[in-house]
């Protein structure tokens, strides 16, 4: 149980920040921790070295055997492929990590990542006495202070060319160059330890700890590297290199087989392996839908078919884990409650003596609404697909259980849902979303599929372990599940003997979410139903209403970038609105007509009786928030004469009647009133700070904007996310479900974040808005209530778009008259290279039912003349214009930078004092802390950026910097002091509009940016050309710095 226990804490290794191999952290030393790969990989080789092993081997049971989660291991393997090969925030290389690409850890499984590693460790820190430890490292050197352990940041520089060099790293290239068999590699590093090991007079060699540059050399060092005979410092011998010099010479000379010191074969972890095939067993949920799917050609089992093999929900599995390290004697609860990831679920278990298969999580409904959406299932299942084909490791086939359930069918139950009958058909093909996979029946996979004996469930001695299972409170749910929204968890009950005692643990975790009663009234399809409030007050009057009666002031700043939208009856916005925040005026004149009582305050029974006369979601909806804000949520309402009936239960109960009618506006926004959290929340956070990316929640800017750089409890990030997004609760549940796709998208897509650091979520959902805005040519606000209505899976491909850049196109359709909703339809779909989508140009209508209309294009508003007799601008539409405009925006709101853009500004700073950045400076001192190639200076060159409120702004900035940085490529000692970069842009924004006007453009055309003094044909102008951006930067940058230039005027030529 303690050594269990010590798994658990090891297994969070890629999440938790620590001080490293040097026990120094950040390499400042001032006691900041970060996150180090050494650490990680280390930690990953331990958790695959110590899985199901049995700590007493013969002597063992049960109770002995160690049990690691494969996607914790999973979690770290990803992390290092992210981080590799720096080492860390502070280091962008270290000579450690010798110790995880090869022996003793073999961590890595990617033979070209390891190359890569190891060339730049010899490159960067390589010298003729051994490697330095990393970058800049001031150990032992003669210019540290020996009377304090910290440096200051400026003093770093002070290290540089003169680190300490240490023959232990040779000591590693030695062991690793035998196991590669490397003769050539060897014989070097054998041949280089001679010439610096000191020799005893008994002739014993001893490997000294490090060489140092004597004191009066420094300054030769400083001048000509490498070149100075260093002195012996530390200890000697340094046992830790004496210790695997012993060790690489008997490997050498033949008197140690590798075998011998690698008994777990971790040497051949890079030896590719064949493709994985995913086994994939579909499973009706009940003989209704078995039958369905036999009229299809589809044959597959129910899931009461499958016995003595035993199907149950993934958060079963997460609930029997909970049980492993449990130990009273110790005080030890076991591992935390948490979800187990798609590796865990595809696998089989033999839980005493019986095989169970667990279904995917993300089929689970019982948390959040995202399996609600049948297209969401579907792209969560190619990704998993797609995620098990490529990080698969272990003996046997990955084997996902799929089930079919009530809720995949069509509204009125005959059919099989479109989007999962076609799936269903790609699975038989073979190959889904790139991966191999193979349909049959669960029982032709026993034999190839992968096992886990989890023998901790075994029967203790007195032949029970779950006897006070039932007291325990980590199974009690926090939060009632409405039928609509829970599995029907009755096909997986298991009708057993009373006295098998695992199986009646398992039907107590199914019964722990009970469906809700109904207790609201049913909704009508009548599309003339009298509206409880009249048809002018809209749910934005109840809100103004409640916060009146609340005193709140909520705030109003819009989910949407304020730019010019091309609709004539609308005033344009301003961009200065983007940085303010403003509180809604408060109408003493709305009037919803909710009964009084005799003092003239709300009757809230009589309220109570209305709710029981709703017959729409909206006004359920409406008077369900006044009760909530007004009186609580655990206020008893006594609806029909049961006590007991808070408003939080009609709210779950809402929550699954909007569930059933995909109103996903209304799901969301109930989500918020109940706080809601995604179960797979934090994972999702991790995932993402963990491959480098920091994220902020909330609108911008700040204090509103929260920064988060390291993991946080699930209960603790979910707190964070609402309270950054102030009263506006749909946008907390927005961020969450935003946060959970750039994480699925950041595992199977990485490709998608290139240059970029900070994922400012808030940003990209006001640009998500403004992308809507422009292509259905409406209002922000409408824009803003159409995104929160988009379907789960609609949101993900809008998200994509906006990460890739890709073109897209928005559908609105008209419900049936006998539709319920009370929301508008839109669709996103993808707009190929004839501009029309891949149904049109297939001839398909996918929903015949509906009546589709084609609102706009894909394109961005550009500056035209105005019509006769009109004052100012007007913006029109064009998919030839605007796409420069938007680009910028869009790399500015998720903060896209060129390839290698951190490195040219540190070589930039080292030839003027600092670069001027909307009245922030980045001052050139920077550089003497921090390396190019460092995350910590790309991080805090990327703070200074992001205080411009302007995402196209911003990106114009990052054009101009660029330009810039050819300077430091320039045979000149300085460019300079302080550099204004925005005096440059505006520069540049001159000598556009100058030709412009030679050539005949009037002021409408060349409309100015009110809160940039930018004009937007400038922004809308493509980079290249006689007329763009580049050419007029390029002329600014020249006049701004021409008397640093060389005399041959070819630069501002």
């Not at 070097?188 to 008994?202: F, S, T, V």
């Not at 050539?999 to 003094?1013: H, K």
């Amino acid at each position: 149980s303690f050594i269990q226990n010590l798994v658990f804490y090891i297994e969070a290794a890629y999440k938790v920040a620590d001080y490293g191999m040097w026990e120094r952290g950040d390499k400042m030393n001032q006691g900041i921790a970060e996150l180090n790969a050494s650490s990680v990989g280390m930690a990953k080789a331990a958790l695959e070295a110590i899985d199901e092993l049995d700590l007493f081997g013969a002597c063992g049971g049960p109770r002995s055997v160690i049990h690691v989660l494969p996607d914790e291991v999973q979690q770290c393997q990803s992390i290092l492929l992210s981080m590799l090969p720096r080492a860390s925030t502070s280091k962008e290389i270290d000579a450690g990590l010798l110790s995880i690409i090869s022996y003793p850890a073999f961590a890595i499984d990617d033979i070209d990542l390891v190359n890569v590693t190891k060339n730049e460790i010899i490159t960067k820190l390589q010298g003729r006495y051994g490697c330095c430890r990393f970058l800049r490292d001031g150990y032992k050197t003669p210019r540290e202070d020996p009377n304090r352990l910290h440096y200051d940041s400026a003093e770093l520089q002070l290290f540089e060319n003169i680190e300490c060099e240490w023959p232990v790293f040779w000591t590693y290239l030695l062991i690793d160059g035998v196991f590669k068999e490397d003769k050539v590699q060897v014989e070097e590093y054998r041949e280089a330890l001679e010439e610096i090991l000191i020799r005893e007079q008994n002739g014993i060699r001893l490997v000294p700890e490090l060489y140092a540059v004597p004191a009066e050399k420094v300054d030769e060092e400083y001048k000509n590297p490498h070149t100075v005979d260093r002195v012996v410092k530390g200890k000697l011998p340094h046992m830790w290199g004496q210790s695997l010099y012993i060790l690489g010479s008997l490997l050498s000379e033949g008197f140690l087989a590798p075998g011998e010191i690698d008994p777990l074969s971790r040497r051949l972890s890079t030896i590719g392996r064949p493709d994985v095939v995913v086994q994939v067993s579909i499973l009706a949920e009940s003989e209704k839908i078995k039958n369905i799917l036999a009229k299809h050609n589809l044959d597959v089992e129910a899931i009461s078919d499958v016995l003595p093999i035993r199907v149950q929900p993934g958060r079963i599995l997460s609930h029997i884990y909970a049980k492993l390290g449990c130990n009273r004697n110790l005080n030890l609860s076991g591992r935390p409650y948490r979800h187990i990831g798609v590796l865990g679920t595809s696998k089989l278990y033999v839980i005493r003596n019986q095989t169970f298969s667990f279904t995917p999580q993300f089929i689970d409904q019982h948390q959040f609404y995202l399996a609600l959406d049948n297209r969401m299932i579907v792209e969560m299942l190619r990704t998993d697909l797609a995620y098990l084909f490529s990080t698969w490791k272990m003996t046997g086939r990955p084997t996902v259980t799929f089930p079919i359930t009530k809720n995949m069918l069509t509204e009125d139950g005959a059919d099989i849902d479109s989007n999962i009958l076609g799936t269903l058909r790609k699975l038989q093909d073979g190959y889904l979303c790139g991966a191999r996979v193979k349909t049959g029946k669960l029982s032709e996979f026993l034999i190839t599929s992968c096992y886990t004996n989890l023998s901790f469930m075994d029967p203790g001695p007195d032949g029970f372990l779950l006897d006070d299972y039932f007291s325990e409170g980590s199974f009690t749910p926090t939060t009632e599940v409405p039928e609509s929204v829970s599995a029907h968890d009755s096909c997986y009950k298991n009708d057993v003997d009373t006295e098998d005692e695992l199986m009646q643990y398992i039907n107590h975790l199914l019964q722990s979410t009970t469906p809700v009663s109904k207790r609201l009234p049913p909704t009508s399809r009548n599309p003339g139903m009298h509206h409880m409030f009249e048809t002018e007050h809209t749910t934005k009057d109840v809100f103004t209403m409640v916060a009146k009666a609340t005193g709140l002031e909520l705030p109003s700043s819009s989910m949407y970038l304020p730019v010019k939208v091309p609709v004539a009856h609308r005033k344009s916005l301003n961009l200065l609105e983007v940085s303010k925040i403003q509180k809604v005026k408060l109408d003493h004149r709305v009037d919803l007509s909710l009964p009084k009582d005799a003092h003239g305050d709300i009757d809230f029974d009589s309220l109570v009786e209305q709710l029981k006369e709703c017959i729409t979601l909206q006004d359920q909806a409406d008077i369900l928030y006044i009760l909530h804000v007004i009186k609580g949520p655990d206020w008893d309402t006594n609806i029909g004469g049961q006590s007991g009936t808070t408003v939080r239960s009609l709210m779950t109960e809402l929550y699954g009647k909007a569930g059933q009618n995909r109103e996903w506006g209304l799901i969301r926004y109930i989500s918020g009133l109940l706080r809601k959290r995604i179960e797979v929340l934090a994972e999702a956070c991790t995932d993402l700070l963990s491959h480098q990316k920091q994220l902020t929640v909330g609108l911008p800017p700040e204090p509103r904007e929260r920064i988060i750089t390291t993991p946080l409890p699930p209960d603790e990030l979910a707190e964070l996310i609402y309270e950054a997004s102030g009263q506006d609760i749909s946008l907390a549940v927005l961020t969450q479900e935003i946060m959970v796709y750039l994480a699925m998208y950041v595992r199977t897509q990485p490709c998608l974040f290139a240059e970029m650091l900070r994922l400012r979520i808030g940003l990209i959902i006001q640009v998500m808005a403004t992308e809507l805005a422009y292509s259905l040519s409406c209002s922000g606000e409408e824009a803003s209530e159409n995104l929160m209505n988009l379907c789960p899976f609609d949101m993900k491909k809008l998200l994509h778009h906006i990460l890739s850049g890709k073109e897209f196109g928005v559908e609105k359709s008209v419900r049936p008259i006998d539709s319920t909703g009370i929301s508008p339809a839109i669709s996103i779909h993808e707009v190929g290279h004839t501009g029309a989508t891949k149904t049109e140009r297939t001839g398909i209508n996918k929903l015949k039912c509906e009546m589709r209309q084609q609102c706009s294009s894909p394109s961005s508003p550009t500056a035209s003349s105005s019509p006769a007799g009109s004052f100012g601008a007007t913006l029109n539409w064009d998919e030839r214009q605007g796409q420069w405009l938007r680009r910028r925006r869009l790399d500015g709101a998720i903060n896209r930078v060129p390839m290698g853009f951190y490195e040219k500004v540190w070589k930039l700073l080292q030839k003027c004092h600092g670069l001027s950045i909307d009245g922030f400076v980045l001052p050139s001192s920077t550089t003497r802390e921090m390396t190019p190639q460092e995350i910590k200076f790309a991080v805090h060159v990327e703070s200074v950026l992001n205080r411009v409120p302007q995402p196209e702004y911003r990106q114009l900035l990052v054009e101009t910097i660029l330009v810039l940085t050819m300077l430091a490529e320039l045979d000149v000692h300085t460019v300079g002091g302080v550099i204004c970069v925005d005096h440059i842009v505006h520069m540049a924004n001159e000598f556009f509009l100058q030709d412009q006007k030679s050539l005949g453009a009037g002021d409408s055309i060349l409309e100015m940016d009110t809160a940039t003094r930018v004009c937007n044909l400038f922004y809308d102008s493509a980079p290249s050309g006689n007329y763009g951006t580049m050419t007029y930067l390029t002329k600014a940058v020249a006049s701004y710095v021409q008397d640093f230039l060389p005399n041959t005027g070819c630069f501002v030529q």
